[in-house]
């Protein structure tokens, strides 16, 4: 079966950075449209961007344009939630999720990673 594995998360200081990482250990993402989602604590889960597959055009929710950044490597078979300018709101649990679909869209959240801890405090 296969798994997504996320990594990255922490604890960072307002204005931080953190990159978050997502893999599926013996399968390639190559060409799958990966998405983040978030969790915030007693809230619901929210897109936050995704890459297509097929062309790798990303999509950003209007919390986080200009200040997220998608990204894919082939080579590492990882894509990556660059995070700059954290903000406390950003506090969240993050998930990466496919659709093992190579779409020209934002996958379906049908497969998702056990997630990772995200906290922006002072």
């Known amino acids: 079966q296969v798994q997504l594995v996320e990594s990255g998360g922490g604890l960072v200081q307002p204005g931080g950075s953190l990159r978050l990482s997502c893999a599926a250990p013996g399968f390639t993402l190559d060409n799958y449209a990966i998405g983040w989602f978030l969790q915030a604590p007693g809230k619901e889960r929210e897109g936050v961007s995704c890459?297509?597959?097929?062309?790798?055009?990303?999509y950003y929710a209007d919390s986080v344009k200009g200040r997220f950044t998608i990204s894919r490597d082939n080579a590492k078979n990882t894509v990556y939630l660059q995070m700059n300018s954290l903000r406390p709101e950003d506090t969240a649990v993050y998930y990466c999720v496919t659709d093992f679909t190579p779409r020209t869209s934002c996958p379906e959240p049908y497969y998702w990673g056990q997630g990772t801890q995200v906290t922006v405090s002072s």
């Open positions: 890459i297509f597959g097929s062309d790798s055009t990303t």
